[in-house]
């Protein structure tokens, strides 16, 4: 596999630090930061490295050279004058494969690139996105998707937003295919505003959804929380090539106000710390899904984009208050038929309504996730019984609707007031 660095910037905000070298080549925990990239692709099978350099390349070139002594080939692409993002790579055609990885220098990434690859080539993208939420989305560029992970469209920072959005943030990292560069251009090049949003109608583009780390060090104060995640050994256990840990939450009375049906983004309503609680899960080493049946669907009560326009504000307001879940996964069927206004195809007994298991064994694929190390945390015994069917550990709160019905006869692990005990518990167990 092949792939192409962008080497060139001059680290303007990390002066402090990069003195006379270019922004790649930092000093991080006592080696250049390109080494770490070059590391990561390697061991992935990416070992047909293309730098392109600029300010100062003649570094990167002294220190690398063939890239003999770091296991890869690496050849080099010199942009006498900047070319944007994207510049050079229409005019370094030639160099480059069908299929190439684009990354870009100033950041620190440890990920599993042959999944990346995989989804690339099982959606038949042109150029796929690696993509992630972050703790700070309203002043972020926001991507967004529809549910099969097609890109459809970008929301900028800078744009005013008078709707609800999934997290959803552009990481840096790309699977391209060369076929959709642009033959020709004038000046500079950039890779979102020029390439991807202007294909986004071809239905080529896709964003990958990851967990792994990917951050930039673009600032002295960056650079040091990169530092230490690297040394606590947070980098790598996020790598997907690993078992992860996760808190599976249920939604209504777990993350939201109760109301019974939640039938309208009106009555989307964060239950109070529980945006904090999932910050704490976003802080640790533990993923946060939420998984939920959502029968409205089936009942004919709420359509389809009436639910994701639901949960978007449930994204929304955990990324107001910096907190964001990995992913939502929820059941729109109901076993029951014969009720006016009833979706007839969603009215079957299937494998994903809880307390079934067809929703974590979902997420538990896309995220590699080590279920026994596990929780499921949730305010129904229903919750409860769908954590021990899955085999994880079982947490269940007092919040949620007042008075519990034991549907199931089974017994949770531990019993908690609310989400922010719930999340108390399990990370004092695991100091």
């Known amino acids: 596999?092949?792939?192409?660095?962008?080497?060139?910037?001059?680290?303007?905000?990390?002066?402090?630090?990069?003195?006379?070298?270019?922004?790649?080549?930092?000093?991080?925990?006592?080696?250049?930061?390109?080494?770490?990239?070059?590391?990561?692709?390697?061991?992935?099978?990416?070992?047909?490295?293309?730098?392109?350099?600029?300010?100062?390349?003649?570094?990167?070139?002294?220190?690398?050279?063939?890239?003999?002594?770091?296991?890869?080939?690496?050849?080099?692409?010199?942009?006498?004058?900047?070319?944007?993002?994207?510049?050079?790579?229409?005019?370094?055609?030639?160099?480059?494969?069908?299929?190439?990885?684009?990354?870009?220098?100033?950041?620190?990434?440890?990920?599993?690139?042959?999944k990346f690859y995989d989804f690339h080539k099982s959606k038949n993208a042109k150029i796929t996105l690696f993509a992630h939420p972050n703790s700070h989305p309203f002043d972020s560029d926001v991507i967004i998707t529809d549910d099969n992970d097609g890109v459809t469209g970008w929301s900028y920072k800078k744009e005013k937003r008078d709707f609800y959005y999934k997290n959803l943030?552009?990481?840096?990292?790309?699977?391209?295919?060369?076929?959709?560069?642009?033959?020709?251009?004038?000046?500079?090049?950039?890779?979102?505003?020029?390439?991807?949003?202007?294909?986004?109608?071809?239905?080529?583009?896709?964003?990958?959804?990851?967990?792994?780390?990917?951050?930039?060090?673009?600032?002295p104060e960056r650079l040091l929380l990169v530092e230490t995640d690297y040394k606590n050994g947070v980098c790598e256990k996020r790598n997907l090539k690993h078992k992860q840990k996760c808190i599976f939450l249920d939604r209504d009375g777990t993350i939201n106000r109760y109301v019974g049906f939640l039938r309208s983004e009106e009555e989307m309503e964060l239950l109070p710390g529980a945006a904090a609680a999932i910050r704490r899960i976003n802080e640790s080493e533990y993923l946060a899904v939420c998984i939920t049946n959502q029968p409205?669907?089936?009942?004919?009560?709420?359509?389809?984009?009436?639910?994701?326009?639901?949960?978007?504000?449930?994204?929304?307001?955990?990324?107001?208050?910096?907190?964001?879940?990995?992913?939502?996964?929820?059941?729109?069927?109901?076993p029951d038929k014969g009720f006016e206004g009833e979706v007839k195809e969603l009215k079957f007994d299937c494998d994903c309504r809880k307390p079934k298991t067809g929703l974590i064994k979902a997420a538990a694929k896309r995220f590699n996730i080590d279920l026994e190390n596990s929780y499921f945390v949730g305010d129904t015994y229903t919750d409860v019984l769908t954590g021990i069917n899955a085999g994880t550990k079982t947490i269940l709160l007092r919040s949620g609707a007042e008075d519990k019905v034991q549907k199931h006869k089974c017994t949770p692990d531990l019993y908690a007031e609310d989400l922010a005990q719930a999340v108390d518990y399990i990370l004092k167990g695991e100091k």
Do not use: W
């Open 1 to 114: 596999m092949q792939a192409v660095i962008m080497a060139g910037g001059k680290g303007t905000r990390l002066a402090s630090v990069t003195k006379d070298v270019p922004k790649p080549m930092v000093d991080f925990c006592g080696r250049p930061l390109l080494e770490y990239i070059i590391a990561n692709l390697k061991e992935n099978g990416a070992d047909d490295i293309i730098l392109v350099i600029g300010h100062l390349g003649h570094v990167i070139k002294n220190h690398f050279g063939s890239g003999e002594k770091f296991g890869v080939n690496i050849r080099y692409f010199e942009e006498t004058t900047p070319l944007g993002t994207a510049g050079a790579l229409p005019t370094m055609s030639d160099m480059l494969d069908d299929t190439f990885f684009l990354v870009f220098g100033d950041l620190f990434l440890n990920i599993d690139f042959k």
């Open 296 to 334: 409205v669907v089936a009942r004919g009560e709420v359509t389809f984009a009436e639910l994701e326009e639901i949960n978007n504000k449930m994204h929304t307001l955990l990324g107001n208050e910096g907190a964001y879940l990995n992913g939502i996964y929820y059941c729109p069927h109901h």
């Open 169 to 219: 943030v552009n990481a840096g990292v790309y699977v391209i295919e060369k076929s959709a560069l642009p033959g020709s251009f004038d000046g500079k090049l950039d890779l979102e505003k020029d390439i991807i949003i202007p294909a986004i109608g071809s239905g080529g583009i896709f964003a990958y959804g990851s967990s792994e780390y990917v951050k930039d060090i673009g600032t």
